[in-house]
């Protein structure tokens, strides 16, 4: 079973940045969808992003133009830089992986990955 931990959370002012991190253990990391979903307090988990293992990147409506995944299979890590970040961004933020190897179109329903990380908060203010 693959470990996820992810890393980068914190508080920030709205308009501020961050760069949240996901380490994934074993070997097989590059042939894997890797994606980063949300939940804020009250409501259900949402999707925000994944890049497939061709490095093609997803976004949420909500956070296109603003937020940016990335991956470095050399270092089994994905990455999700947040600019412009607003308060409506507070959440707890998973990292998770993709249960089917290589599967390259969505939709990216979160039901379908299935290792998670234990999540990050990320906290914006007004």
């Known amino acids: 079973q693959v470990q996820l931990v992810e890393s980068g959370g914190g508080l920030v002012q709205a308009g501020g940045s961050l ?4 380490a994934a253990s074993g070997r097989t990391f590059s ?7 949300r939940q804020a307090p009250g409501k259900e988990r949402e999707f925000v992003a994944v890049i497939n293992w061709s490095f093609s990147p997803y976004y949420a409506d909500s956070v296109k133009g603003r937020f940016t995944i990335s991956r470095d299979n050399a270092k089994n890590t994905v990455y999700l830089q947040m600019n412009s970040l607003k308060p409506e961004d507070t959440a ?3 990292c998770a992986r993709d249960s089917v190897v290589k599967r390259s179109w969505g939709p990216w329903r979160d039901t379908d990955f299935g290792s998670w990380g234990q999540g990050t908060q990320v906290t914006v203010s007004s």
């Open 19 to 22: 760069r949240l991190s996901c």
């Open 31 to 37: 042939s894997y969808t890797m994606g980063w979903f």
């Open 92 to 94: 707890v933020y998973y």
